[in-house]
């Protein structure tokens, strides 16, 4: 699903000096895995992702995902592969705040092919996530767990192969991250390929494989249990 290959990504540090904060990385990736990458703020996580979702081109190395040779594509070209292949959940949410819960969700098929029923895919998914009842709502008259469930059922509009999350629990508090945690497990046993960046050990504690994002590269740690936690 994922083979990325000795991959440099750098910043100029505003004094005239450069940072590779990717030096050399390298990552495979099945079909049907889920892996957490780890690592504190400003290790590299959230670039590593936007590079595997063709939202960052300036990079040295090969990156293909889904069977697409990602590097060197031109906008357009990522843009279809984004909308046919790629799913993105994040921190932050990104919902549009004057539609509703369906029509955020619904917001994929203005930017590729729609399937005809789209509305009613739209409700079979937001059904999937738990707030049905909630379509019609604003994301200011939801939770933030709930904003993020309509999130992740706008991620899966598409059918996408891959989920790509950033930070996906990082504004929510324990009850609502267990939540949002255990459907990513749902999803991950029907078959989908996810990798979450997170600081949290509640989401590493999901994942099949956590990865470790070290002095710009990946390693390969044990798969953390928590007591009382989500395994």
């Not at 996580?45 to 040779?69: F, R």
């Not at 029923?117 to 999937?128: M, S």
């Amino acid at each position: 699903m994922i083979r990325a290959h000795d991959i440099v990504k750098r910043y100029q540090d505003g004094e005239g000096g450069e940072v590779r904060v990717l030096d050399g990385l390298s990552l495979e990736m099945e079909q049907g895995d889920f892996v957490a990458v780890v690592g504190p703020s400003g290790s590299g996580k959230s670039t590593l992702l936007h590079l595997l979702g063709g939202l960052d081109v300036h990079y040295q190395g090969e990156v293909e995902v889904a069977g697409v040779k990602l590097t060197g594509l031109k906008e357009p070209a990522l843009a279809r592969f984004r909308n046919q292949h790629v799913g993105f959940v994040f921190q932050s949410f990104h919902l549009i705040p004057n539609l509703s819960a369906v029509e955020n969700v619904l917001m994929p098929s203005h930017f590729g092919a729609a399937p005809v029923d789209a509305r009613k895919r739209a409700e079979e998914l937001l059904d999937r996530v738990g707030l049905l009842a909630k379509k019609d709502r604003t994301p200011v008259r939801l939770s933030g767990g709930e904003r993020q469930r309509v999130a992740i059922a706008r991620a899966l509009f598409t059918g996408p192969k891959l989920l790509l999350c950033d930070e996906p629990t990082g504004n929510l508090d324990a009850a609502t991250g267990a939540g949002v945690i255990s459907l990513f497990q749902e999803l991950h046993r029907e078959g989908l390929t996810l990798l979450a960046v997170t600081h949290e050990d509640r989401m590493s504690s999901a994942a099949r494989r956590v990865l470790r994002l070290k002095e710009g590269r990946l390693v390969e740690e044990a798969r953390p249990v928590l007591a009382g936690g989500v395994s």
